[in-house]
């Protein structure tokens, strides 16, 4: 079974605080994304990644980077934590799409992030 | 962009009963997939089942199925015999060749004993 192992189930910063958000995946996926999930938004994506050092901005980068170094990590940066980044973060891999319909997503458990 | 849209943000079933919950989609694009994804309290997305644009037939995986009508760009969930571990957020999604996942609001389901 695939794995996505989110370092952190819950995590509480200080507002201005770079903070951190590690995922790490055992399929040797390429394909790697970050959402945010807000009551009554659904998930968001933030950034994915098809490569290692490869990013793509999704709808709602602001405030955040990604670093792919390796294949199987990924990791969310917030330079400078704000309250309006308290939320639920998502890691997802999958792999690379050559029949690109049958590459399902398997996601990590989430990190809450509270952010003070 | 392709915009999903869940118009119910919480349903309830009593258990061994039937439930529906609802998914409505814009695109412009002929080519895409649709899913149902579960979140149960663990948190963990679970696929339940996903659909081929071009493929007429509805999906299927054992008590659930969908009504997929790709004009009305419409793609509800049906749960037959409802089961208390189908309590759960529920959400609809969209992919397309551009390979983003994006994701409906969210139905929360309550299984009542």
């Known amino acids: 079974d695939v794995k996505v192992t989110q370092s952190s189930r819950y995590l509480v910063k200080r507002t201005g605080e770079k903070v951190f958000l590690e995922c790490v995946q055992d399929?040797?996926?390429?394909?790697m994304f970050w959402y945010r999930q807000d009551p009554g938004l659904g998930l968001r994506l933030i950034y994915f990644?098809?490569?290692?050092?490869?990013?793509e901005k999704g709808d709602i980068p602001e405030g955040y980077s990604v670093s792919r170094e390796k294949k199987e990590r990924f990791s969310l940066i917030l330079e400078s934590a704000s309250t309006n980044q308290t939320s639920m973060y998502l890691c997802?891999?999958?792999?690379?799409?050559?029949?690109?319909?049958?590459?399902?997503?398997?996601f990590g458990n989430g990190t809450r992030l509270t952010v003070t | 962009a392709q915009t999903v849209t869940q118009s119910q943000p919480e349903m309830s079933v009593q258990e061994a009963e039937t439930v529906t919950l609802s998914c409505t989609y814009d695109?412009?694009?002929?080519?895409?997939?649709l899913f149902w994804y579960k979140q149960p309290p663990s948190r963990q997305m679970i696929l339940v089942i996903r659909?081929?644009?071009?493929?007429?037939q509805n999906a299927t995986e054992n008590r659930f199925s969908v009504n997929f009508q790709k004009a009305a760009k419409s793609f509800s969930l049906k749960i037959s015999d409802s089961q208390l571990g189908d309590a759960a957020m529920y959400f609809c999604?969209?992919?397309?060749?551009?390979?983003?996942?994006?994701f409906g609001q969210g139905t929360r389901l309550t299984i009542n004993p």
């Open positions: 399929m040797d996926h390429e394909n």
């Open positions: 999604a969209y992919r397309s060749r551009a390979q983003k996942l994006v």
């Open positions: 997802a891999s999958s792999t690379l799409i050559r029949d690109w319909s049958n590459s399902p997503l398997h």
């Open positions: 695109t412009s694009e002929s080519d895409y997939y």
């Open positions: 990644s098809y490569d290692v050092k490869m990013k």
């Open positions: 659909q081929e644009a071009y493929k007429q």
